[in-house]
């Protein structure tokens, strides 16, 4: 592609003229890539008002992983919820529910956003394999361990990590059989490490920045993105203003984590998952939620209280950063969804 406005040689076009270009390269680029985002982070209830996936999919969004529970709910939520779900997004004609390449790129194809669902945290399968296997079934393509403190499975980040437990290690075996994208985020050090170093297909951090560049305890080591690379995997960088600094949810902020990724562990393995909620969901009962289990969400991480997140219509913002700072055409179509697509066809099938 080529770079007006750089060098000597602007073609005769002002200033103007060569930035109006840009901005129509870099729409270009996104109205063609395939944009994958890799994590939703709203509260996953069965009355949850699907209607506000439409934030994604008006913001060019091919793919969107829905989480569907995560640690601080009872398992039984997670079947309800992927009942609901299910029967919202059959009846919908605007998005499918995808299981496997195929049908994501015959969403696409379609004019309709492909969505897959998420687990934060293994309590949800309440220690059984079977139910690994029955979320499976039920559209769970990406599982983490633990979400923040430890779990059934393994340790969370925001607490003493014992490692993989022996469920733990037995899910990820299980997950390599079923062709479940195992997700490091939200866990601790040495069980990202377990984890990647027992898994036979790629391993991915879905929604994790580097924690060189922002240190709190969510963001992941230079060690543990550059073992994630090692696997085949992906980082997907994170939206939420805390992870990527004094509550910043600025477009060249988030550039600049995508570049710390990208000379850290090279363009084939860094993504989005931008952890997005919408507003109306931070309400007076998530408030309670976040009340009652301030263990999950410790104090001194999570200070203040109000997270904003930078919203999914910043893709477009961010595709024409990455082009202005000099990154190729291809390393921002890896980074906007080639990466995640590439991984999820190597592990889903
Ligand atoms: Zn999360």
Redo the contacts with the bound molecule.
Sequence with gaps: MAEPGRGGDGGGMDGAGAGASAAADAEALYASAFVWDA?A?FESRPTTDLRNLSIWKDAGVDFLSVNVGYDVRPWTDTIRVLAAFRRWLEASGEYALAGTIAEVRAARAAGRMAVAFDL?GMNALDGSLDLLRLVHTLGVRQILFAYNRNSVAGGGCHDEDPGLTGFGRAAVREMNALGILIDC??CGYRTTLEAMERSRAPVVFS?SNPRALRDHERNIRDEQARACAATGGVVGVNGIGLFLGEDDIRTPTLADHVEYLLDLVGPDHVGIGL?YFFEADVDASFQETLAENEDYWPREQYPGGAVRCAPPSRLRELTAELLRRGRSEAEVRAVLGGNFLRVAGEVWG
């Design positions: 994590h982070g934060e985020s939200h929604h952890d």
